[in-house]
Every structure is written in structure tokens, then in C-alpha cells.
């Protein structure tokens, strides 16, 4: 697609429930990353995949967190046992080429994650 | 460790003023790239410039323009003829030469009135 797109935009869901948060990135890019971002901050590292191996994961707050990149494509992004802590802005970025040196990272619209 | 600093929380101008945010950045890396992004009300990033460390040449880009200064690690960023629409969140980051993430500043949010 022109861009990157990630779904749903909004997710509201109760604690303890499970969700899953899809990035689909600019056609043609081999690295993904995902962030969250609370209110009033700047994004904050999860963890970053080229093409569909996961280079770091380090980011990924406790073990309720898992990505995955099976064909190097899309990603999800998983969430298990949600808390309310987990609430903030999911965002996706792509880039062209391997992380690390030039690449520009472009960013999808996020997904707005809500825990009651 | 590497840091971004944007001190400017919130700034409010009339419409046609010019802005100048202001970005400092500390690293240790002799290669670094810099970055301006908006963050408009809709929500999403939106990429606005690239500086690699070895090239400090300023930018103009019709009203905006980026004054990189490594002598003062600074990369600050000014609107000229300020507009509503320029309203928005603007975020400086900062990223390694061998690094892939993106270290962020907490955010200048910028308020244009008509």
C-alpha cells in the first residue's frame, strides 16, 4: 500500500483479555519496528524484526508482550492477560532497508489501546 | 547514553509569527542521524526531515528550516509565517550510527491562533 496501515485504529477491551494488533508496512520494506507511546511522551522501543527475524525484543515490557513476523510482511503484535497499564498508542513503523545507518523510519496511524 | 532534550513543552504564537523548537541531543557516536516528526490532532507521525552528523549543512524546505549545530548539539527547527495548520506535537529524535532505534524527545507542542 501507499503506506503503513495498522488495524484496528481503536481497541477497547476489559482486563485480562487478550489482543492482537496488526501492522501491514510499506510494501517493499524488509525492517518493522513497533513502539508505544503514552500521552504526552514520545514513543517508546518494543522491537524490531528484518524481514520476519525478530533482532530485538529487548523493549517488550514483560512476558504478556510477543511480535511476530512469520513471512516478513505483516506483523502482530500480541498482548496477553491485558492490564490497564498496558492502555497507550500502538505504533508501527517501516523502513526500507536493515535498521541501523540511514533508514527512515515512516509510521502508521497507531492503534489506540484501551484496558478497563 | 544517548538523550534528546526538547525544553519547550507547549508554545502558543498568533498565526504568521515565526517558531523556532528547539531540539539537544547528547551521544557518543561520531555518526548519529536526527530527525524532526509531526504529530498532528488526527494522531499520526509523520516524518519531516533526516540530518546525518557528517553533513551540517542547514535545510529549507518553503516554510520550514532546520539549523543543525553540532558545535551546541542542537537541531532546532523553525516555521516561518507560522499556520493554523501547523498546529501540532513535534518530536525530535535521534538515532546511532550502528543503532536502529529511535530515541525520542518528550515533545513541543505547538499551538498556532488564528
Known amino acids: 500500500g501507499a503506506g503503513v496501515s495498522q488495524s484496528p485504529r481503536y481497541k477497547v477491551t476489559k482486563r485480562g483479555q487478550d489482543v492482537a494488533l496488526r501492522c501491514d508496512p510499506i510494501s517493499g520494506h524488509v525492517s518493522l519496528y513497533w513502539y508505544r507511546q503514552a500521552l504526552g511522551q514520545g514513543p517508546e522501543f518494543l522491537t524490531y524484526f528484518n524481514y520476519e527475524a525478530q533482532q530485538d525484543k529487548s523493549g517488550l515490557p514483560n512476558d504478556r508482550f510477543s511480535a511476530e513476523r512469520p513471512e516478513g510482511s505483516i506483523s502482530t503484535l500480541t498482548i496477553q492477560r491485558t492490564e490497564q497499564r498496558d492502555s497507550a498508542m500502538y505504533r508501527c513503523?517501516?523502513?526500507?532497508?536493515f535498521g541501523g545507518g540511514t533508514d527512515t523510519q515512516y509510521f502508521g496511524p497507531g492503534t489506540r489501546l484501551t484496558v478497563l | 547514553a544517548q538523550k534528546v532534550t526538547q525544553a519547550q513543552t507547549e508554545i502558543s504564537v498568533v498565526e504568521k509569527e515565526d517558531v523556532t523548537l528547539d531540539c539537544v541531543y547528547e551521544t557518543r557516536d561520531t555518526t548519529y542521524y536526527l530527525f524532526w516528526y509531526k504529530q498532528p490532532p488526527s494522531g499520526e507521525l509523520v516524518f519531516l526531515i533526516r540530518r546525518n552528523s557528517f553533513d551540517e549543512q542547514n535545510e529549507i524546505s518553503g516554510r520550514y528550516s532546520w539549523n543543525f549545530q553540532k558545535s551546541t548539539s542542537s537541531f532546532n527547527f523553525t516555521i516561518t509565517a507560522s499556520q493554523v495548520v501547523d498546529s501540532a506535537v513535534y518530536f525530535c529524535?535521534?538515532?546511532?550510527?550502528?543503532?536502529?532505534?529511535?530515541?525520542w524527545g518528550a515533545g513541543t507542542k505547538l499551538i498556532i491562533k488564528p
Open positions: 529524535a535521534l538515532k546511532g550510527g550502528s543503532n536502529y532505534q529511535l530515541i
Open positions: 513503523a517501516s523502513s526500507s532497508i
